[in-house]
């Protein structure tokens, strides 16, 4: 029992040190952004421009150079997100309704993720210094689409997004962001949350 303690209190102790406070600045912002989406309030979208603002630094840091990238892209389509969902489609309603994703945009994020893991991949395993390129590329492909359907209101975004945060978890972890690793575990679960809040909503719009 006196080595499970301490092995428990070295792992928190390291956990601690190895978190810094523009980490944990990311993480309360990215959480609170998520949460809010998932309950479809449309404030998720200037925290979620504060939190990819800071993970462009954390993540630059971390040589996970399509995750860098990445946030550039989201925080144009926050933006994106923020005036679409600020739109009345019509005077008798306050948001978009939620929408089902198509059979041709599935095969269009299909494509889409094929190619751009591929090139993407490719690009930065011979020209950088990556930590893991194909697996990196492959995560910001899926959360590309993801990010678009987020954005436009479709239903199944949170799927995708359930998808990618399980293989991104193991990644931060083995990255030592300990802080964000734990995020995305919780971002597992604030979006089952929203997928089965706007699955709700989806159905009352039909009524």
Request: aromatic share 18%; charged share 15%.
């Amino acid at each position: 029992m006196l080595l499970l303690a301490q092995t428990i209190k070295e792992s928190l102790i390291e956990f601690f040190n190895n978190t810094t406070p523009l980490e944990w600045w990311g993480v309360a912002s990215g959480i609170l952004c998520v949460w809010l989406a998932a309950k479809n309030n449309i404030l998720n979208w200037p925290f979620a421009i504060v939190s990819v603002s800071i993970y462009i630094f954390i993540f630059f840091d971390s040589k996970l150079y399509a995750d860098m990238g990445l946030q550039f892209y989201f925080l144009i389509t926050n933006l994106y997100g923020w005036y679409y969902w600020s739109r009345q489609k019509n005077n008798s309603e306050k948001q978009r309704p939620i929408g089902l994703i198509t059979q041709r945009e599935i095969l269009i994020s299909i494509l889409v993720v094929v190619v751009f893991t591929t090139a993407l991949g490719f690009l930065l395993h011979k020209n950088t210094d990556a930590a893991f390129p194909f697996v990196d590329s492959f995560c910001t492909a899926c959360s590309l689409v993801a990010q678009v359907f987020l954005a436009r209101r479709v239903l199944q975004n949170w799927l995708i997004w359930i998808f990618v945060d399980i293989i991104y978890v193991s990644v931060y972890f083995s990255k030592e962001l300990y802080a964000t690793g734990l995020m995305y575990a919780l971002y597992i679960i604030i979006a089952t949350v929203g997928f089965l809040d706007w699955r709700k909503i989806y159905r009352e719009q039909g009524r």
